[in-house]
C-alpha cells in the first residue's frame, strides 16, 4: 500500500498570499496519478487537479500541481477567501488508491 | 446534470448489516468505474471499494476486505455496497464518487480519480 503523507497539518495564511501544499508518498506513483481535492465543512470532496498536474473542469489557475515520483506539490497562486478548507491528495495508480491525511488551510 | 445519489444509510449494531445504494444520472454510467469513500467524524478520506465499469473486477481496502462487496446494476444506473459484520469504526458518511475514462484512439483507459461526489449518507455503528 502507498501511504502519502501530507505537510503541513495546519496552514496560516492570509488572503492574497502564496500557498505551497506538499504530498510526500512511501513509494513511486506509478505515472503520476496523483490527484487533489478541496473540502469544505458539511460538503463531499471537490475534484481539483488530476495527472498531478491537470487541472479538473471549472478550476481557477489560481491552482496547480506540479511534481513526479514520490514528490508532489499544490500551488494557490493567490488566496481567494473561499479557497480556506482542507486539502487531500490521491494516489491512483495502485489499488487501495490510498489518500493523504489531509492539509487544513485556515484563514491567519 | 451530472450527479450521484446516496441512500441506505442508518444506526446499526455492531455485527449488523446495511447496503448503501448509489444513483446515478446524467451521465454513461456503464462506462464509467465507480467508488465508495468514506470519512469517519473529525477524520480523513478514506478509500473503501472500487469497481470496474463491468463490474467484472472489484478491489477494497483492507480494512473492510472480507466484510463489505461492491456490486454495480448498470441496467439500473446503481451503485451498490453490501457492508457486513459492521464495527463501531465503520462509523462514517459514505460517498458515492464516479471515476473517470479516457478513450484513445479504440482503447480506453479507466482511473480511479474521483470527478463527481454525493452529498453521501451516514452510517452510525452503535448499540
Known amino acids: 500500500e502507498i501511504v502519502l503523507t501530507q505537510s503541513p497539518g495546519t496552514l496560516s495564511l492570509s488572503p492574497g498570499e502564496r500557498a505551497t501544499l506538499s504530498c510526500r508518498a512511501s513509494?513511486?506513483?506509478?505515472?503520476?496519478?496523483l490527484a487533489w481535492y478541496q473540502q469544505k465543512p458539511g460538503q463531499a470532496p471537490r475534484l481539483l487537479i488530476y495527472?498531478?498536474?491537470t487541472r479538473a473542469t471549472g478550476i481557477p489557475d489560481r491552482f496547480s500541481g506540479s511534481g513526479s515520483g514520490t514528490d508532489f506539490t499544490l500551488t494557490i497562486s493567490r488566496l481567494e477567501p473561499e479557497d480556506f478548507a482542507v486539502y487531500y491528495c490521491q494516489q491512483y495508480g495502485s489499488s487501495p488508491y490510498t489518500f493523504g491525511q489531509g492539509t487544513k488551510l485556515e484563514i491567519k | 446534470e451530472v450527479q450521484v445519489v446516496e441512500s441506505g444509510g442508518g444506526l446499526v449494531q455492531p455485527g449488523g448489516s446495511l447496503r448503501l445504494s448509489c444513483a446515478a444520472s446524467?451521465?454513461?454510467?456503464?462506462?464509467?468505474?465507480m467508488n465508495w469513500v468514506r470519512q469517519a467524524p473529525g477524520k480523513g478520506l478514506e478509500w473503501v471499494s472500487g469497481?470496474?465499469?463491468?463490474?467484472?473486477?472489484?478491489d477494497h481496502a483492507d480494512s473492510v476486505k472480507g466484510r463489505f462487496t461492491i456490486s454495480r446494476d448498470n441496467s439500473k444506473n446503481t451503485l451498490y455496497l453490501q457492508m457486513n459484520s459492521l464495527r463501531a469504526e465503520d462509523t462514517a458518511v459514505y460517498y458515492c464518487a464516479k471515476g473517470n475514462t479516457v478513450v484513445r484512439g479504440v482503447i480506453k483507459y479507466y482511473y480511479y480519480y474521483m470527478d463527481v461526489w454525493g452529498k453521501g449518507t451516514t452510517v452510525t455503528v452503535s448499540s
Open positions: 495527472g498531478a498536474s
Open positions: 446524467g451521465f454513461t454510467f456503464s462506462n464509467y468505474v
Open positions: 469497481i470496474s465499469n463491468s463490474g467484472g473486477s472489484t
Open positions: 513509494q513511486s506513483v506509478s505515472s503520476s496519478y
